[in-house]
């Protein structure tokens, strides 16, 4: 080769490998934000506020809504999969990094400098506070004589019944560490999500919840804000939570915008105005004033066939058969084994009936953890295991049910086991094995609506953010479509089971 021809050849391959690496950093560079959000109305305005900043610098992002609580988001931060989140320092410091009561209020410095390690930044401080605090309806704690949270140590005070939010009875700046502070003789409650709470006290069911400061229905719900007398709540300044890699620049002029008043309002215009999630932050970022009196609120048939019902029903249905598929390919071969070898079968469909037995988010969560990653995968495995045992169990029980006859005489026209098995036995037990497969793939359209908490879509998504604003109208929109998908998938499996049931009649 000519030296000039070995010169023409290095520069093709420069040349080659210049272009790879611009298309993989664009590529990288495409690669959009992250943003994701807790259930309750404040973190949606706030992560669709992030989005559209984002977006009107020209970043590329999205917004994962409503992903379950504080563990799942430090999770999905740490595997990114989320790259920021709407977060608030009291929350940082005491429940995700454990730090002391006497830690409870640090410098921004100080709380960068303690999450360092984890890689990640708290940064751009948004403008208020919105603090824990406990209240009750105004004329009950008149009636009582409570103004104060220790108040709550009055013998008047012990025939409360307390209607606090799943999260607060388990956090390390919640209940339990409230009442040991306080010394508060009474007995935690059973857990109640924050969007119902406030109805619920309305209606007298309860008579003392767990509130944020910026909550939009505390004045109209006339409650009384008790007073933390002794400083147990720490501040809870809303900054945003990020990897340490998240560029500010383009989240910097939110620093100081929002005041608690303005947030107050924006959760107003959702909650008892009826705007969307999406429209206050829009206007917002845009400088757009809202529309005199509010928005009118949806009706049922409009919110049931709004745009995203085509988005949402693919990916139900991706959730439901990717993991029913999933669960045929392994449930089948274990109700073989547990068949084939009937010392197996105790134990091997006692251990798919403990995975039943796990809480849907609890194993999510779980599996958060183990694959480091949110959406999608986590669920498709979650709904895998809890598929597996009607489909091993009817698959063992339909084999059982062949009568020893004819697999005896199937052996002694010289059919090999296995295709004994594959011809005649299979056969045989299908209409009961299909319908193990019809009850799993029918559990599995109801379960599919929790895949919402950890970003994987589906009818889920809906009821998800009905639940957060207490809008019956947004949770009915997502659970009627999941009940007619779960009636059409019961019903194909039926006719199916009916064709399978004639064909064996007539084989036998």
Not at 130 to 136: D, K, P
Request: hydrophobic share 50%.
């Amino acid at each position: 080769m000519s030296i000039a021809a070995r010169i023409g050849w290095m520069r093709n391959l420069l040349t080659m490998a210049l272009l790879a690496w611009t298309v993989s950093a664009s590529v990288a560079q495409a690669a959009p934000v992250v943003v994701g959000s807790k259930r309750f109305t404040e973190s949606y305005i706030l992560g669709e506020i992030v989005r559209e900043t984002l977006q009107a610098q020209g970043v590329e992002a999205m917004h994962r809504q409503g992903l379950g609580n504080t563990g799942i988001l430090e999770q999905a931060l740490s595997s990114g999969a989320v790259d920021v989140y709407p977060e608030y320092t009291g929350t940082i410091v005491r429940e995700l990094l454990k730090r002391p009561q006497s830690d409870a209020n640090p410098t921004l410095a100080q709380l960068n400098e303690w999450l360092a390690p984890r890689g990640l930044k708290a940064a751009v401080p948004l403008g208020f506070n919105n603090t824990y605090a406990l209240a009750m309806l105004e004329s009950r704690a008149a009636e009582l004589g409570i103004s104060r949270i220790s108040d709550l140590t009055k013998p008047s005070a012990q025939a409360l019944r307390l209607g606090l939010s799943h999260e607060f009875l388990v956090r390390g700046d919640g209940w339990p560490a409230l009442k040991l502070a306080y010394q508060l003789p009474l007995a935690a409650p059973n857990g109640l999500d924050h969007g119902l709470a406030y109805d619920a006290i309305s209606a007298s069911r309860v008579d003392l919840i767990d509130i944020y400061a910026t909550d939009a229905k505390v004045g109209r719900y006339k409650l009384r804000v008790l007073q933390d007398d002794r400083g147990f709540f720490p501040k809870y300044d809303a900054v945003l939570l990020m990897r340490a890699g998240v560029d500010l620049r383009p989240l910097a002029r939110l620093e100081g915008r929002i005041a608690a008043d303005k947030m107050i309002a924006m959760n107003a215009e959702v909650e008892l105005d009826g705007r969307s999630f999406a429209q206050v932050a829009h206007d917002f970022v845009s400088g757009t004033l809202a529309p005199a009196g509010g928005g009118a609120r949806q009706g049922f048939v409009a919110r049931l066939f709004a745009p995203d019902l085509a988005r949402l029903t693919w990916q139900h249905l991706m959730l439901v058969f990717g993991s029913l598929l999933l669960a045929i390919a392994v449930g089948v071969p274990l109700g073989i084994a547990a068949w084939r070898w009937p010392r197996s079968s105790a134990w091997l469909l006692g251990v798919v009936a403990v995975l039943q037995t796990v809480p849907s988010l609890a194993l999510l969560a779980f599996l958060i953890a183990l694959m480091g990653s949110i959406g999608l995968g986590p669920a498709l495995v979650a709904l895998f295991l809890y598929a597996l045992l009607p489909i091993v169990r009817n698959t063992h029980a339909g084999l059982r049910g062949v009568p020893e006859g004819l697999s005896l005489a199937a052996l002694s026209l010289g059919l090999t086991p296995r295709q004994s098995l594959r011809d005649v036995q299979l056969p045989l037990a299908l209409p009961t094995l299909m319908a193990g497969v019809k009850t799993a793939a029918v559990i599995n359209v109801g379960t599919a609506t929790l895949a919402a908490f950890i970003g994987a879509g589906g009818f889920g998504e809906r009821i998800v953010a009905g639940l957060a604003v207490n809008d019956t109208g947004a949770m009915l929109a997502g659970a009627v479509p999941a009940a007619v998908l779960a009636l059409v998938v019961q019903a194909v499996f039926e006719l199916v089971e009916r064709k399978l049931l004639r064909q064996s009649a007539h084989a036998s």
